[in-house]
Nanobody
């Protein structure tokens, strides 16, 4: 059983930056690929970014490419999402998730463990 907790959310103006963190416990962190998802009010949860077990492979949704960077530190059991040039449409609850697959995957259904989420709000 892997326990995930996100942190780093908050309110920021458009064009600003935030860095989200995901702390993992209860399992061997490097046994899992990891992902970030987000859910805006009234919308379905959507994929944002994912990273392989080693950190060597990443994938992003088109809308955040060039603005967001996913990374992980297997020695510290943490994953981060650096978000730059934030836009109001990035406003959502952001979730980290772990999958037993070793490669980065974008399908919500492939993930086995989820954190409770952290709110990111971007004002215009």
């Amino acid at each position: 059983q892997v326990h995930l907790v996100e942190s780093g959310g908050g309110l920021v103006q458009a064009g600003g930056s935030l860095r989200l963190s995901c702390a993992a416990s209860g399992g061997v962190f490097s046994n899992y690929a990891m992902g970030w998802f987000r859910q805006a009010p009234g919308k379905e949860r959507e994929f944002v970014a994912a990273i392989s077990w080693s950190g060597g492979h990443t994938t992003y949704v088109d809308s955040v490419k060039g603005r967001f960077t996913i990374a992980r530190d297997n020695g510290k059991n943490t994953m981060t999402l650096q978000m730059n040039s934030l836009k109001p449409e990035d406003t959502a609850v952001y979730y980290c998730a772990a999958t037993k697959m070793l490669s980065p995957v974008a399908s919500l259904n492939d993930y086995d463990y989820w954190g409770p989420g952290t709110q990111v709000s971007v004002s215009s």
